[in-house]
Structures are given as structure tokens and as C-alpha cells.
């Protein structure tokens, strides 16, 4: 069956760092990819996404490739905050359906 | 426009006591769920549903029911609680619409705060 796959956290970078957190996923035909992200407390929410291949995703600075090839969509920022310290989700939603398939979450702590 | 609510926020309950879960969207979306979250194990569906009257079962639905009385509310009831059902539950909801004439595409889903619950 379908499945994602996130590098382990947690992941803790100083302030103004690169940050990566790779995810990849097994599906069959060409589904949506999403990056979601949990703030302390709070529920998630939708980072960015892309729905076919070689798409970019993009906000606040974040920015994620869908690649076929590989099968990946990793999550890509050049210069991290304090305030993006959060649980970031990596998410499957195959053409036609409602499911979304979550992986674990890769916890970012961000220090000054 | 508050989007997704839910409540209560936190709740303790004994083992074999029984609870709701509220949840409401202010969004006219169709699509709603119920997710559950665990350490380690991101989230998982328990109970979807399409429209008014109509519900799936998702990955975990043993222990639950779920009742879709108009469009905007989706609860979750737990009619005799286990220290298993332990989580962080999050309600969501999307947009539908029809795509060609042989799909339905689902739009974005977006989640509401959460509600922590702990069975002892």
C-alpha cells in the first residue's frame, strides 16, 4: 500500500541555518504531495503542496520539489527562524481519493 | 471565520466512561474526518465523512462511532473508553467538486486545534 517516509528528528539547528527534512514515498500512479506543520499545541496546518511531477512548492520560505524519479519531496528552507520550530508532516493524497497517508513527523527545534 | 472548532480542548476519563467529541467547520466544505495521533505514528483516519447522513470507517474505527448530522458538524463519540484510545483526536474538513465525469477531486484538508484526551 501507499506509505511515506520522513527522516527521523529531532532536528536541531542554529538560527539562520540550512535546513533539509527528507521524505519519501511509495504510491502507485501520481499523487499529491503535501508538507504540513504543527506548532506547539496546535493543529496542523498546510505548509505548501504540489500535485504533479516536478512541481515546486513554496511558502514562507519553504520550498519542496516533487520528483518522480525518486520518488521524493524534500523539504527545503535556506535560512531557519526561532519561530519555525514546530513538527513538520510530510502527506500522500492519491488521485481520487480522500485518504491522506501521514508519515511520523520530524520534530525541527531552531536555537538562537 | 473561525474555520475548524473543536471541543473540549483537554478531557480525563476513566476507563469505561463514555465522551463526545465536537467538531464544526464554517467553511461549506463537504468532506470531514477524524484523525487520531500518537507518538511515532503520525496521524491516523478513523471515520470520514462526504456529506450529510453518510460516514466511512478509516484505519482505526474500533472503539468509535461518528454521527454527521448537518453539514457544518461532525462528532465523535467513544462509548466506553480504554486507556488504548489515549491521543491528541483532530477533526478536518475539505472541499469536493467534481472533476471529469468519472471523479471527484479533494481539495486541501484543513485541521482544527485538537483535543487531547487520556484515559485512565
Known amino acids: 500500500g501507499d506509505s511515506v517516509t520522513q527522516m527521523e528528528g529531532p532536528v536541531t539547528l542554529s538560527e539562520e541555518a540550512f535546513l533539509t527534512i527528507n521524505c519519501t514515498y511509495t504510491?502507485?500512479?501520481?499523487?499529491?504531495l503535501f508538507w504540513y506543520v504543527q506548532y506547539p499545541g496546535e493543529g496542523l496546518q498546510l505548509l505548501l503542496k504540489a500535485t504533479k511531477a516536478d512541481d515546486k512548492g513554496s511558502n514562507k520560505g519553504f520550498e519542496a520539489t516533487y520528483r518522480k524519479e525518486t520518488t521524493s519531496f524534500h523539504l527545503e528552507k535556506g535560512s531557519v527562524q526561532v519561530s519555525d520550530s514546530a513538527v513538520y508532516f510530510c502527506a500522500l493524497r492519491a488521485t481520487g481519493t480522500y485518504k491522506y497517508i501521514f508519515g511520523t513527523g520530524t520534530r525541527l527545534k531552531v536555537l538562537a | 471565520n473561525a474555520g475548524v472548532t473543536q471541543t473540549p480542548k483537554f478531557q480525563v476519563l476513566k476507563t469505561g466512561q463514555s465522551m463526545t467529541l465536537q467538531c464544526a467547520q464554517d467553511?461549506?466544505?463537504?468532506?470531514m474526518y477524524w484523525y487520531r495521533q500518537d507518538p511515532g505514528m503520525g496521524l491516523r483516519l478513523i471515520y470520514y465523512?462526504?456529506?450529510?447522513?453518510?460516514?466511512d470507517k478509516g484505519e482505526v474505527p474500533n472503539g468509535y462511532n461518528v454521527s454527521r448530522l448537518n453539514k457544518r458538524e461532525f462528532s465523535l463519540r467513544l462509548e466506553s473508553a480504554a486507556p488504548s484510545q489515549t491521543s491528541v483526536y483532530f477533526c478536518?474538513?475539505?472541499?469536493?467538486?467534481?472533476?471529469?465525469?468519472?471523479?471527484?477531486?479533494?481539495?486541501?484538508?484543513?485541521f482544527g486545534p485538537g483535543t487531547r484526551l487520556t484515559v485512565l
Open positions: 467553511m461549506n466544505h463537504n468532506s
Open positions: 478536518a474538513s475539505s472541499a469536493t467538486h467534481q472533476g471529469d465525469p468519472w471523479s471527484v477531486v479533494y481539495d486541501t484538508q484543513y
Open positions: 504510491a502507485t500512479g501520481y499523487p499529491s
Open positions: 465523512s462526504a456529506s450529510e447522513g453518510t460516514t
